[in-house]
C-alpha cells in the first residue's frame, strides 16, 4: 500500500495539476483538507468548480481520499454548525468524501469532516465507532488538524484538534493523516512525523510554488518519506 498525502492546497493549482500528474504512481492519494483559499479574489463557489474538477482528474488516476478542513466550509447543518457540503456531490467510486469509510485494497479508511461543534463531533464519534466494527486489519483516519504535539507546533504555539488525542486512544488505528498546520515540518521542535502508541501520524506541511510539500507513505516497506524544498527524510515505520 502507498500513498500520497498531501494537504493545505489552498486554490494553488498548480500544486493540484502535480499531483494529478503524480497520481498513477501510488495506490491512493489523500488530500487532506484546506482546498480553498479562503483570501483569494476568487469567489469560493468558482473554486469550489475549478477543485471538483482537479478531485476528479486525481481520481481518474488513482482512489482519492478528501477530508474538509476549516477553510473550506461553505454551509451549515441543521444545528447551526458549519459544513463542507460541496464535498458531497464530487462523491464518486474512485473519490471518497467526509463521512465515508471505504476499503483501498487491504487498508480501511475513514474520512472525517472538519467539526465546528458538539453536533459534527458527535456525529464523528458514531461514524468512527461504525467503522471500528469493519477493521481487520491496517486503519487510517484523514483527519485534517493534528492532535496537540509536533505536528501542530508553528514555531510559536500549538493549534491542535482537542477531540483526537481520546479518539485516537479509543480505538488505536493504524495512521491518522493530517494538515492544517503548515509550519509544523520546517519548525524548530515541530515534525513532519509523530506517534501516539501504536498509532503513526503525519503532517506534511505548505510551502509556496508549484510542487507541494507531500509524504510518500509505503505500508509494505514499512518507510516514510517526507520531502519538501527542506529536502527529504526517510522514516522506518517499525
Not at 444545528?79 to 473519490?95: F, I, M, Q
Amino acid at each position: 500500500m502507498r500513498i500520497l498525502l498531501t494537504s493545505d492546497l489552498h486554490y494553488r493549482l498548480r500544486q493540484f495539476d502535480w499531483v494529478i500528474g503524480a497520481a498513477a504512481s501510488f495506490d491512493t492519494v489523500v488530500i487532506a483538507g484546506d482546498h480553498i483559499d479562503a483570501t483569494s479574489a476568487v469567489p469560493s463557489i468558482v473554486q469550489i468548480t475549478a477543485l471538483s474538477a482537479s478531485f476528479a482528474a486525481v481520481a481518474e488516476k488513482c482512489r482519492l481520499l478528501v477530508c474538509s478542513g476549516n477553510h473550506d466550509l461553505n454551509a451549515r447543518n441543521r444545528h447551526g454548525e458549519k459544513t463542507a457540503s460541496w464535498l458531497d456531490p464530487v462523491r464518486s467510486p474512485a473519490l471518497a468524501v467526509d463521512g465515508d469509510t471505504v476499503h483501498v485494497g487491504d487498508t480501511l479508511f475513514t474520512v472525517c469532516p472538519w467539526w465546528d461543534g458538539k453536533h459534527a463531533l458527535g456525529a464523528i464519534e458514531e461514524m468512527l465507532e461504525s467503522a471500528s466494527e469493519r477493521r481487520r486489519g491496517r486503519w487510517i483516519w484523514v483527519y485534517h488538524a493534528p492532535p496537540q504535539g509536533p505536528l501542530s507546533w508553528t514555531g510559536k504555539r500549538h493549534y491542535a484538534d482537542a477531540a483526537l488525542p481520546e479518539l485516537i486512544k479509543r480505538y488505536s488505528p493504524t495512521a491518522v493523516l493530517c494538515g492544517h498546520i503548515h509550519e509544523a515540518p520546517f519548525k524548530k521542535d515541530g515534525s513532519w512525523i509523530d506517534r501516539i502508541g501504536d498509532t503513526w501520524l503525519f503532517n506534511a506541511g505548505h510551502q509556496p510554488g508549484e510542487v507541494p510539500a507531500r509524504i510518500e507513505i509505503d505500508f509494505t516497506a514499512q518507510v516514510a518519506r517526507w520531502i519538501s524544498v527542506a529536502g527529504t527524510y526517510e522514516r522506518a515505520l517499525q
